[in-house]
C-alpha cells in the first residue's frame, strides 16, 4: 500500500466533505496551497507532525488521514469486520 496515495486521497475525501478549498486549509496549516496539493495528488510524503497539522487543519484525528478507507468508522480496538 502507497502511504502517501492513501493520505492524498483520505485527504481530497475528508477535505472536501468539510467544504473547504485547499487554500483555506494551507492557510489554517500555515503551508503553501502547492504543498496541499502535492499532499492531495500523493506526491508529499508529509511528516508526522504535518499529518497532525493538517489533521487540525481539517477538524478530524490524525488517523482519519492514514486509516485505510474500508475501516473508517470502526472502533480501533475492533478488527476489520471479515464477513465481507
Known sequence: MDMRKLVGRN??????????????VAERANVSQQYVSGLENGKRNPTIQMLFQIAK?????????VMPTEQQGQSYDQPPDSST
Not at 487543519?57 to 488521514?65: K, Q, T
Open 11 to 24: 485527504f481530497a475525501r475528508l477535505r472536501g466533505a468539510s467544504g473547504l478549498t485547499q487554500e483555506q
Open 57 to 65: 487543519a481539517l477538524g478530524v484525528s490524525h488517523v482519519d488521514l
